[in-house]
């Protein structure tokens, strides 16, 4: 019998890739089991759990997903796993948390970013005072 | 000749402060390794939905994506700057800002507005000071490794003004890092994405869609950008810690200098003070 070749990867780390007899994966619009030859099929899934039959560990494997895509190929199975949880009441409120930050960071005066502009002036004020110091020495002499 | 007690505390503290930079140039070193090693493991995910965007692209052709459509008329831009949260790296966010006030520039030549998305504090430091310019989003302190769960908000203020229309093209403007003594300043087109970078397909079939073609190709190009933006982040914090690293470096070797001529200087005073000491002495016993 012929095997599927499964990739599980995600943004931020590649998870699992190696030969597979089967893959189970929670689709959208419901669970969906994948032997080698299925027809090409792209779908969303939904957070849950991807199983494989791995051929090399010769047992099943479970990993957790909390949603992503999913594609198929005759002998290919990729599953582009999400490491966060999403939505789109999810995302935004984090759009919401990002705009947030930037109104509070261009009017707040006090954040931490000032220190830049503090220790640009204090670079300012030592230099000024380096240059007097250097001109009362010169007037003395 | 100034004390010799002077020269010696001030040949102590630089010692401590060449500890100090050792230190940092090390730490930097290692953590610019780990940030390496993360940026290659986003390379298989953008690889992988690069892959089947590019066969989506062929296949679907009645569907034509905002993201891939070029818009001729430019009412807006859109600048996602990546930055440092710390200081004490070289030049490394000076020359990116430079760079992206040249290219905001061109745009405000051709009275196009520009909209501003930044990560890190010193980018948000540094437009704040030259004012004038909308910030629409902002996003500091993610740390050696971030997730990609912070750069979601942010990508998505970009990509609905996009579809909106208040801004026709995306640039993400970021240190590219060629190896350690080299990070070049880098801006490159986020939106509208380029077909001729996406993948060629070979063999035509069409793909069953579930839910729908329209929703699957929606979720794979927004996951798609912000796999780019994400790398943007990371690659940046690689630059970050191998910029540090080199001006740690040449911090620490000028201080090695400067402790040497002290050295010298110190030795002079020392001897010049023996010197007159005994010229007193051989004087005083003459005298006698």
Not at chain 1, 103 to 109: C, I, N, P, T, W
Not at chain 1, 123 to 135: D, P
Not at chain 2, 84 to 95: A, K, S, W
Not at chain 2, 178 to 188: D, H
Request: hydrophobic share 40%; charged share 25%.
């Amino acid at each position: 019998m012929s095997t599927l070749q499964v990739e599980i990867v995600s943004a931020e780390h590649e998870i699992y890739s190696g030969e597979a007899n089967w893959v189970i994966a929670p689709a959208v619009m419901g669970e969906v089991g994948i032997y080698p030859r299925h027809t090409p099929l792209i779908t969303h899934l939904k957070p849950g759990e991807v199983r494989v039959s791995a051929v090399e560990e010769g047992e099943e494997l479970l990993f957790f997903v909390s949603g992503g895509m999913l594609e198929v190929q005759p002998h290919q199975v990729t599953v582009l796993s999400d490491t966060a949880m999403r939505g789109a009441d999810l995302d935004e409120a984090k759009a919401e948390e990002a705009k947030r930050r930037a109104e509070q960071a261009l009017s707040d005066r006090k954040a931490d970013f000032d220190e830049a502009r503090a220790l640009a002036e204090l670079a300012e004020a030592a230099a000024q005072l380096r240059m007097i110091q250097k001109l009362r020495k010169t007037g003395r002499g | 000749m100034s004390g010799e007690k002077e020269i010696r505390t001030k040949i102590a503290s630089i010692r401590n402060t060449q500890k100090i930079t050792k230190a940092m140039e090390m730490v930097a070193a290692s953590k610019m390794r780990r940030a390496q090693d993360r940026m290659a493991a986003t390379r298989p995910y953008a690889t992988k939905i690069r892959e089947v965007i590019g066969h989506l692209a062929h296949a679907n052709v009645e569907y034509r994506h905002p993201f891939l459509e070029s818009r001729e008329e430019v009412r807006g831009v859109g600048f996602i700057v990546v930055s440092t949260d710390r200081g004490l790296c070289g030049g490394l966010n000076v020359n990116l800002f430079k760079n992206v006030l040249r290219a905001m520039h061109e745009w405000r030549q051709q009275q196009v507005p520009v909209r501003l998305c930044l990560f890190g504090a010193k980018g948000t430091a540094f437009f704040k000071r030259i004012g004038g310019i909308e910030v629409v989003a902002q996003t500091s302190h993610l740390g050696d490794a971030p997730r990609l769960e912070e750069v979601i908000g942010q990508v998505k203020i970009m990509l609905d003004d996009y579809v909106e229309g208040r801004i026709d093209r995306v640039y993400l403007a970021e240190n590219e890092f060629v190896n350690t003594m080299t990070q070049r300043p880098n801006i490159a087109t986020l939106l509208p994405t380029p077909p001729a970078e996406l993948e060629t397909l070979e063999h035509y079939w069409d793909y069953l869609y579930e839910p729908g073609a329209r929703e699957v190709l929606d979720g794979l190009l927004m996951r798609y950008i912000e796999s780019l933006v994400y790398r943007g982040v990371m690659e940046n914090i690689a630059c970050e810690m191998a910029a540090r690293m080199v001006a740690m470096k040449s911090a620490s070797d000028n201080a090695g200098d400067l402790i040497d001529e002290l050295q010298l200087i110190y030795n002079k005073a020392r001897q010049a003070s023996i010197t007159q000491e005994i010229s007193e002495i051989v004087g005083g016993a003459a005298a006698v």
